[in-house]
C-alpha cells in the first residue's frame, strides 16, 4: 500500500514535470512577450525590464532558471501586476477556488449517486423520465447559462422575501457558496446520475443479488449493502477527472458569481502573456489535480477489496 | 409412506418478452422426501432453474410470472409470497446454491461478513457471535484456516473454495432443503467430486433434503435418491433413481442415456446425440413436446399432450408422460413398458 502510493507519487511528479516543459514551450511559441502592451515603451525601458525578468537570456537558460526556482516553490514575480509575487496571487485566490469545486464534487457526487440510484429503482417510470431529462438538458447546457438562471431565482426569491436571504453574487460567507457550487457540479453532476443509473441496472442482474435474496434479506438491505457499494465504484473511478474539470472549469462561474477565485488570473494571464503567471498557475493547477487523482485512487482501494493488492 | 417436506403441485411459469410470452414452466408436480435427494435433469433451457428459482421467488418479476400452481413446505403454501413473508423461510428453511460461484458472492463484502449476514436477520445473532458461527460453518465445509478464510474476499478463493462458502452459507440457518441449481457445473471435475462429496456428507449429518439441478447423468446417478427428468418446461419422466436408469420409460430418458459417455473400454457404446432442438416455448406444441425428435414418434403424440401414466413396475411412484405407455401403444424393445407383454 505505502509502494503503490509512494509509486504513484514519483509518476505524479513526472507527470507535473511534463505539464511545466509543455506549458513552458506552448507559451514561448506564442508570438509576442508579456511586455508589448498598448503604451508603447521605449526601447531603453524594453530592454531594462528585459534584463530585470531575464528575458534577455536565451530560452533554454529562462527554462532552467524557471524550473530552479520552482523546485525551490518559486514561481516568480507577475509581469503585469506590479510586484506582486505569484506565489501570493496562488495563496490568496487557490483557496477560493478549492472551495467552490470541492463543495462543487460534493454537490455533484452526492446528487449523481442518489438520482442515479432512484432512476435505476424507478427504470422507465415517471420519476426515471423526468431525472433523465433534466440529465440531458444538464449534460447540454453550458454553465454560464445555469449560473444566470441561477442568479435570476435568488433575486427572485430575495425580492420575494423582501431581504436577501442568500445573496446573489461575492463570496465571504456558507450562503455565498451555495448557488456558484451547485452551478459549477451541475454538469458532472448530470454525468454521475447516467453512470450511477447504468451502473445500478448493471448489478441488478448479477448473481449475487439473487443469492442475496436467496438469502432472505430485505430488500431495503439488498439496496444498501450489497447493490449501492458496488454500484458506487464506476463512480468514485470517474471522480478524479471530475475534480480535474471541475477546478479548472470554475473560472466562468467564478466570473459570473464575482468570486475572487484563481480561475480569473489564470485566464488573464493567457491574455496578456503574463509568463510567470502561467506557468504558476498552470504547473500549480496540474499538481493539484495530479494529487486529487492519486487520491481518488487510494480511495478506492479502501471501497473495493480486490485493487488492493495491486 | 416417505414424508414429504415439499410438494409442488402443478407449477407454472412464463416470461413476458418482447418478441411475446415464452411458457418456460408447464405445469410441473414433485415431491421432496425429507433427507432424501431429488435430481431435477434436463438439457439447457428446459425449465429446470426457472423451476427451483420460482419457488424461492426469486425469478425478476416482470418480466417474470408464475401463472399457476402451489408449492407446499412441511403443508404450507410458499408459491408467489411477497418479499417480507418469503423472507421467513428464505435463507432459513430453504438454502439455495448457485451454478457459478464465482459471480454469487458479493466481490465487495468478506466471505465471513456475508455468512453471518443471513445468521444476524433471521437468527437475530449480534456480530460477534455470527463471525464465531460463520467460521464454524466453513470449517463444517472443510475450508482450511477458516478463521483466517473468513476475514477474506471472494477473489482471494478458488472455484472449488467459494462453492464451499456458498454451500456454508446456505447452511447458516440449518435449512430443511437445499436447493443446488447445478452447483458443479462450473467447476472442474476433481473440485466437482469434492463438492458432491460434501454435499452428501452434510445431508447426511444434517438430515436435510436436497434439489439438485443437473444436466449431468453421473452426478444423478450418485447423489439422487429420486429423480424428475425435465422437458420443455415439463417433466417427462419422474421416478427412484433405479426406475429412471433401469427401467427408463420415456423415449426422452432414453436418448439422454445414449448420449451420456462411459468409461467402459469394450468400444461397444457409441454415444447418440438426440438430434434436433427442443421446441419453441413462444409457441408450446400442442401434443407431446418431444414428438419432432422422438425416434418412435407415433400420429397421436403430435397433437395430443400425452396423460401422465402411472407405471407399476415398482414400489415406488415411477411416472412417465408418453403416449407409448398407453395400453394400445406397440411394444418398444429399448423402452420399459410395464404391461406391454401382454398386450401384444
Known amino acids: 500500500m505505502l509502494a503503490y502510493t509512494l509509486k504513484r507519487l514519483l509518476a505524479g511528479m513526472i507527470t507535473v514535470w511534463f505539464i511545466a516543459t509543455a506549458t513552458f514551450m506552448a507559451m514561448h511559441m506564442v508570438p509576442g512577450d508579456p511586455l508589448m502592451n498598448d503604451k508603447a515603451v521605449s526601447a531603453e525601458i524594453r530592454k531594462n525590464l528585459e534584463v530585470k525578468y531575464g528575458l534577455d537570456k536565451p530560452v533554454v537558460e529562462q527554462y532552467f532558471i524557471f524550473m530552479g526556482n520552482m523546485l525551490q516553490g518559486d514561481f516568480g514575480i507577475s509581469f503585469t501586476q506590479q510586484n506582486r509575487r505569484v506565489n501570493d496571487i496562488i495563496r490568496d485566490h487557490f483557496p477560493v477556488s478549492a472551495t467552490l469545486g470541492l463543495l462543487a464534487i460534493f454537490f455533484a457526487a452526492t446528487g449523481g449517486v442518489i438520482w442515479g440510484a432512484l432512476t435505476a429503482i424507478y427504470r422507465n417510470r415517471l420519476p426515471d423520465i423526468i431525472i433523465m431529462f433534466l440529465v440531458i438538458l444538464g449534460i447540454s447546457v453550458p454553465s454560464f447559462v445555469f449560473a444566470a438562471l441561477g442568479q435570476l431565482m435568488l433575486v427572485n426569491i430575495n425580492s420575494l422575501l423582501g431581504f436577501s436571504l442568500i445573496p446573489v453574487a461575492g463570496w465571504g460567507t456558507f450562503s455565498h457558496m451555495l448557488m456558484p457550487s451547485m452551478v459549477l457540479g451541475l454538469g458532472t453532476m448530470a454525468l454521475l446520475t447516467r453512470l450511477m443509473r447504468s451502473s445500478m441496472l448493471e448489478i441488478v442482474n448479477e448473481d449475487y443479488i439473487k443469492t442475496a435474496k436467496a438469502k432472505g434479506l430485505s430488500p431495503m438491505r439488498i439496496f444498501f449493502k450489497h447493490q449501492l457499494r458496488n454500484a458506487i465504484l464506476p463512480v468514485i473511478t470517474i471522480l478524479g477527472p471530475s475534480i480535474a474539470a471541475i477546478t479548472t472549469g470554475g473560472f466562468v462561474v467564478e466570473l459570473v458569481f464575482a468570486i475572487p477565485g484563481l480561475g480569473r488570473y489564470f485566464v488573464q494571464a493567457v491574455q496578456q502573456l503574463d509568463y510567470t503567471v502561467i506557468m504558476g498557475t498552470t504547473v500549480f493547477f496540474g499538481a493539484f489535480l495530479v494529487l486529487m487523482v492519486i487520491l481518488v485512487d487510494i480511495i478506492y482501494g479502501f471501497v473495493d477489496p480486490r485493487v488492493r493488492l495491486q | ?344
Not at chain 2, 430453504?94 to 454469487?104: A, E, K, L
Not at chain 2, 414428438?291 to 407415433?298: E, G, Q
Request: aromatic residues 6%; charged residues 20%; negative net charge.
Open chain 2, 1 to 344: 409412506m416417505a414424508d414429504k417436506i415439499l410438494e409442488v403441485e402443478d407449477l407454472s411459469v412464463e416470461f413476458a418478452t418482447y418478441g411475446g410470452t415464452v411458457k418456460a414452466v408447464r405445469g410441473v408436480s414433485f415431491d421432496v422426501n425429507r433427507g432424501e435427494t431429488l435430481a431435477i435433469v434436463g438439457e439447457s433451457g428446459c425449465g429446470k432453474s426457472v423451476t427451483v428459482q420460482a419457488i424461492m421467488g426469486i425469478i425478476p418479476m416482470p418480466p417474470g410470472k408464475i401463472t399457476g400452481g402451489t408449492a407446499k413446505l412441511n403443508g404450507e403454501n410458499i408459491l408467489g409470497l411477497p418479499p417480507k413473508e418469503a423472507n421467513r423461510f428464505r435463507g432459513v428453511e430453504i438454502g439455495m446454491i448457485f451454478q457459478d460461484p464465482m459471480t454469487s458472492l458479493n466481490p465487495t463484502m468478506t466471505i465471513g461478513d456475508q455468512i453471518s449476514e443471513t445468521l444476524m436477520v433471521h437468527r437475530g445473532m449480534s456480530y460477534t457471535d455470527a463471525s464465531r458461527r460463520a467460521v464454524e460453518l466453513l470449517d463444517k465445509t472443510k475450508i482450511a484456516e477458516a478463521a483466517k478464510r473468513a476475514k477474506q474476499y471472494p477473489f482471494e478463493f478458488s472455484g472449488g473454495m467459494l462453492q464451499r462458502a456458498m454451500i456454508a452459507q446456505s447452511l447458516a440457518c440449518n435449512p430443511s432443503v437445499l436447493m443446488a441449481d447445478e452447483p458443479t457445473t462450473a467447476l472442474d471435475v476433481t473440485i466437482q467430486a469434492q463438492i458432491l462429496e460434501l454435499m452428501a456428507e452434510l445431508q447426511r449429518t444434517e438430515n436435510m433434503s436436497i434439489i439438485l439441478i443437473t444436466h449431468d447423468l453421473a452426478v444423478v446417478a450418485r447423489m439422487a435418491d429420486q429423480v424428475a427428468v425435465m422437458y420443455a418446461g415439463q417433466i417427462v419422466e419422474s421416478g427412484s433413481v433405479d426406475d429412471i436408469f433401469y427401467r427408463s420409460s420415456h423415449p426422452y430418458t432414453l436418448g439422454l442415456k445414449e448420449a451420456m459417455p462411459t468409461n467402459k473400454r469394450d468400444g461397444k457404446k457409441t454415444l447418440t446425440p438426440i438430434l434436433g432442438s427442443p421446441p419453441d416455448l413462444f409457441h408450446p406444441p400442442t401434443g407431446c413436446g418431444y414428438f419432432a425428435r422422438c425416434p418412435y414418434a407415433m400420429a397421436v403424440c403430435e397433437h395430443h399432450q400425452p396423460e401422465e401414466h402411472h407405471l407399476t413396475d415398482s414400489d415406488a411412484e415411477h411416472q412417465a408422460r408418453c403416449w407409448l405407455q398407453h395400453e394400445g401403444a406397440p411394444h418398444i424393445k429399448a423402452l420399459n413398458q410395464p404391461g406391454a407383454d401382454q398386450r401384444d
